[in-house]
């Protein structure tokens, strides 16, 4: 213990305190943020109390969902947004497709409710990555009508990439136009890329008929048939912002997509 007599330092600045959302100048709708998610633990600890500071500054409702896939499949990213939309509740109107890696550092970035259309908050111009002009990933939001009316993503993608070109066809064939920021002068600095590919390798392994299936267009499948069963739900805080955990079960169908597995 420090005595009496001694010298006493500052106390740490406080910082600001979030705008509550009953203010008149939050808007009237709700966001649920769909985080796709496995086993990447401390990229979590940084995403979730950023995420809800950042929004909360711009007065957007919104929700966490942390969707973590706790089966024994390769990662299903697709299949894993389906399963966070059906399970996000009523009171949200609109989602994010938000990856866990990939952190806005401009707050001139809109993440408002898409009435026009898909908003492409991470667009080829300003992501450090993807640079090629339809590329949707990183972070996309839709209405939730809109989502629907794209039956949602396919499920035939297990492990890393590429169900986010599938889903850009989809837009378009559900006369659909997306749209991205403008007047973002940061380019690719307007975000933070948590990913160390150096450790933590992605699975971007092709079996078998998964080759040519990659490039395909998924006509029948979608939110109208991601099969899951929610193990856990779990209402959590992060450094002092809320999130919901959902553990989910993903199913398979190895005669469909034998390559959900490694064999």
């Given at each position: 213990?420090?005595?009496?007599g001694?010298?006493?330092?500052?106390?740490?600045?406080?910082?600001?305190?979030?705008?509550?959302?009953?203010?008149?100048?939050?808007?009237?709708?709700?966001?649920?943020?769909?985080?796709?998610?496995?086993?990447?633990?401390e990229?979590?600890?940084?995403?979730?109390?950023?995420?809800?500071?950042?929004?909360?500054?711009?007065?957007?409702?919104?929700?966490?969902?942390?969707?973590?896939?706790?089966?024994?499949?390769?990662?299903n990213?697709?299949?894993?947004?389906n399963?966070?939309?059906?399970?996000?509740?009523?009171?949200?109107?609109?989602?994010?497709?938000?990856?866990?890696?990939?952190?806005?550092?401009?707050?001139?970035?809109?993440?408002?409710?898409?009435?026009?259309?898909?908003?492409?908050?991470?667009?080829?111009?300003?992501?450090?990555?993807?640079?090629?002009?339809?590329?949707?990933?990183?972070?996309?939001?839709?209405?939730?009508?809109?989502?629907?009316?794209?039956?949602?993503?396919?499920?035939?993608?297990?492990?890393?990439?590429?169900?986010?070109?599938?889903?850009?066809?989809?837009i378009?064939?559900?006369?659909?136009?997306?749209?991205?920021?403008?007047?973002?002068?940061?380019?690719?600095?307007?975000?933070?890329?948590?990913?160390?590919?150096?450790?933590?390798?992605?699975?971007?392994?092709?079996?078998?008929a998964?080759?040519?299936?990659?490039?395909?267009?998924?006509?029948?499948?979608?939110?109208?048939?991601?099969?899951?069963?929610?193990?856990?739900?779990?209402?959590?805080?992060v450094?002092?912002?809320?999130c919901?955990?959902?553990?989910?079960?993903?199913?398979?169908?190895?005669?469909?997509?034998?390559?959900?597995?490694?064999?």
């Amino acid at each position: 213990g420090q005595s009496r007599g001694g010298s006493r330092q500052p106390c740490p600045p406080q910082a600001p305190l979030l705008p509550a959302e009953d203010e008149p100048s939050w808007g009237p709708h709700r966001l649920a943020l769909l985080v796709p998610f496995r086993e990447r633990f401390e990229e979590l600890l940084a995403f979730v109390p950023y995420m809800h500071r950042f929004l909360s500054k711009k007065r957007i409702r919104h929700h966490i969902f942390i969707l973590n896939q706790v089966d024994h499949f390769r990662f299903n990213r697709a299949s894993l947004i389906n399963v966070g939309f059906l399970e996000s509740g009523n009171d949200t109107d609109y989602i994010a497709m938000h990856d866990v890696d990939l952190l806005p550092l401009n707050e001139q970035l809109d993440y408002g409710f898409p009435e026009a259309g898909p908003f492409h908050v991470a667009s080829p111009e300003l992501h450090p990555l993807y640079h090629y002009k339809t590329y949707v990933g990183g972070i996309l939001l839709l209405t939730k009508q809109h989502y629907e009316m794209c039956n949602g993503m396919s499920n035939r993608f297990w492990g890393w990439g590429r169900e986010d070109d599938e889903f850009y066809r989809r837009i378009k064939g559900a006369g659909l136009q997306v749209r991205r920021p403008s007047g973002i002068t940061t380019g690719y600095e307007t975000f933070q890329h948590l990913h160390d590919p150096a450790w933590r390798k992605r699975d971007q392994k092709r079996i078998a008929a998964q080759k040519q299936e990659q490039f395909k267009v998924d006509r029948e499948g979608g939110l109208n048939n991601v099969r899951y069963r929610i193990e856990s739900r779990t209402a959590l805080s992060v450094a002092g912002a809320p999130c919901t955990v959902l553990n989910i079960l993903l199913d398979c169908d190895t005669s469909e997509t034998p390559w959900c597995t490694f064999g």
